[in-house]
């Protein structure tokens, strides 16, 4: 089980001061925060990617490339890669990049988190959502995958003998995640692929949360990747703790009234009991965080989201203090102690899928393709053979 | 076969001449569903009951109460509509549009209220605002892809004490209670009951926006022609 972070980046004023932070006093504290993570024994560090306010983090491999140079063994991610409006073409060659300079240590989350007027700016079209989303992250597979990619499709220019630069790690490209609320096609695209499905998780009810992860993982198992309960699924958290729940309550509250997202609405007791936001001691924590893979089905990685609605940085770095040393060991007990054998325990690292070898489905563009098509040819074999026979 | 119709009423005081309305309506069409043979059912949604969880709908990115999501529910099973509201400022109250902006819209071949057969009404305290019903109540409805009945109901505050509103409320029953009864008229046991899939004898089907659709497009469709 990986446990770790995620970060919106967002620049939000402190509710309880007015003030609020400078770009840089946020990128600062963003730094900050992924540093502590590992030095509380937590796995991974994702970043969120926005090229609008009151978002900072638009340069995400930059970050994360200056995070890994002050890291030994955190696993850098996203949460979550905008693929609909970034160019698969730099997607593939900045984390190619990043995997050389960190030793690996990177996976991806692909989403559609950008809002309307986004999409525009960068030439393309929200309405075109789902398409971008398939048409970009299949040239993405092949540049990673493909030593010379020629193709054409319809968002972007063609391309004519193209080697992206540099090729992956030990031509190992990164695991892959895709995050998505409620977009079917989503969970659909992550299950033909065999990679990760990630489920925010936080701003939804739990009912909801589990029929996504159940489609991702029944068609994981219908594209052949290895039974349903075996697919890599990822969730988000949040939590708030402090000694005593009325404590939590107390110091939260005000945070959460204003945060953006869902501010000024439900009441904090009213949100806590809809979505998985746990405000109470670690106790709460835990058993909360444990029931989701009562919910979806044992799972392999967990990130809670601990930086927003404008708390400030040393609140946040106590509470992953608190995170790192008295909920995750539980947890990853806890979670180890349940997971039956065959289900995996993490999700592929770059060191699991070097192990796993050039031949793995993972450096298929498209496993599930290549192992219909094999299927075919035996049975054609099969019956050819039969037919010689008689 | 018992048709069901819901019934949502905008109304805000108690008691409400927007209620009241409804219910002279509901029992218009109960009278001319029973004359054409069948028989009705009423759910009726109060929205004020609904306002909290309205107001945590939108602020929330569209998460439903469970209160929210039974109405859902409710208003895309039903075979009809009855749709009441108060006029404010020129226009249906802002919890009116506010429900009908928390129903699910759908594509071009789903949604909360395709092809639902709707009765529109409105009171108000002075018949200046009668064209709210076609100005401002028919093209929500018809935006939404519901089939309007021709006839809107209008009640200023001294409709309830003249003659009149009566046959308008008796003549928009009518049309409701014809809709509502086609919707699905075929003998039961010759013709599978499709209604219990909402899906109706038309084609046309709708989605309550609660849950994840049990249907999926598979991938090799979605990557067609994005491929290279």
């Known amino acids: ?390 | 076969m018992t048709r069901r119709i819901v019934v949502v009423s905008a109304g805000l005081s108690v008691p409400s001449s927007t209620r009241l309305l409804a219910d002279q309506l509901a029992d218009a069409v109960s009278a001319q569903v029973t004359a054409r043979g069948e028989a009705v059912a009423y759910d009726v949604i109060e929205l004020r009951e609904l306002a909290a969880d309205l107001a945590s709908f939108m602020t929330t990115g569209g998460m439903p109460t469970p209160a929210l999501a039974r109405a859902r529910e409710l208003v895309s099973a039903a075979d009809g509509l009855i749709a009441v509201t108060p006029v404010f400022s020129a226009s249906y109250s802002g919890l009116f549009k506010m429900f009908f902006d928390a129903l699910d819209p759908g594509t071009s071949e789903t949604g909360a209220l395709n092809g639902m057969p709707v009765l529109i009404a409105a009171t108000a305290g002075t018949a200046r605002h009668s064209l709210v019903l076609d100005f401002a109540m028919r093209p929500l409805f018809t935006y939404l892809r519901a089939v309007v009945v021709p006839t809107g109901v209008f009640a200023a505050t001294e409709d309830f004490g003249a003659s009149g509103l009566t046959e308008r409320v008796a003549r928009a029953a009518a049309e409701l209670a014809n809709l509502v009864v086609a919707e699905s008229d075929h003998v039961a046991g010759f013709a599978p009951d499709l209604t219990a899939a909402r899906r109706r004898t038309d084609g046309r089907r709708r989605t309550d926006g609660n849950g994840v659709a049990a249907e999926v497009t598979p991938f090799e469709s979605l990557l067609r022609g994005h491929a290279g």
């Open chain 1, 1 to 390: 089980m990986q446990i770790g972070i995620f970060s919106v980046g967002d620049v939000t004023p402190d509710p309880t001061t007015g003030k609020t932070p400078s770009e840089h006093e946020r990128i600062e504290a963003m730094t900050q925060i992924a540093l502590k993570a590992e030095e509380v024994g937590l796995d991974v560090f994702a970043t969120g990617e926005h090229h609008n306010p009151p978002f900072v983090p638009s340069a995400p491999t930059t970050h994360l490339a200056f995070i890994a140079a002050k890291t030994e063994r955190l696993l850098l991610s996203t949460a979550t890669t905008l693929i609909t409006t970034t160019d698969p073409v730099r997607i593939a060659e900045d984390y190619a990049f990043l995997q050389h300079l960190s030793g690996g240590r990177v996976d991806l989350m692909m989403g559609r988190g950008n809002t309307g007027p986004v999409y525009p700016w960068f030439g393309k079209d929200i309405r075109d959502g789902i398409k971008l989303a398939v048409e970009s992250y299949h040239l993405l597979r092949k540049l990673w995958r493909e030593p010379v990619v020629t193709w054409q499709g319809q968002f972007r220019t063609p391309l004519q003998g193209f080697t992206s630069t540099p090729a992956p790690l030990d031509g190992t490209p990164p695991f892959v995640w895709h995050g998505s609320i409620r977009s079917t096609e989503i969970a659909e695209q992550a299950a033909y692929y065999g990679d990760g499905f990630f489920h925010n998780n936080i701003f939804w009810n739990p009912e909801h949360t589990a029929q996504m992860v159940a489609l991702y993982r029944r068609r994981f198992e219908h594209y052949g990747h290895g039974s349903a309960d075996q697919a890599i699924v990822g969730l988000g958290g949040q939590a708030f703790m402090a000694e005593t729940e009325a404590e939590a309550k107390r110091f939260f509250r005000p945070y959460f009234d204003n945060a953006p997202v869902y501010g000024h609405g439900p009441s904090l007791e009213e949100f806590t009991a809809a979505t998985p936001l746990t405000v109470g001691t670690p106790e709460m924590v835990i058993e909360r965080t444990l029931a989701f893979a009562d919910n979806v089905g044992d799972y392999q990685r967990q990130l809670f989201l601990m930086d927003h609605a404008g708390l400030p940085l040393p609140v946040v770095l106590e509470q992953l203090e608190i995170l790192g040393k008295e909920v995750v060991p539980v947890l990853r007990a806890e979670f180890e102690r349940r997971r039956p054998a065959h289900v995996p325990s993490d999700p592929p690292t770059h060191a699991s899928l070097v192990a796993a070898g050039p031949e793995a489905p993972h450096h298929l563009v498209e496993p599930a393709r290549a192992r219909a098509e094999a299927l075919a040819q035996e049975s054609a074999q099969e019956s050819a053979q039969e037919g010689a026979q008689q």
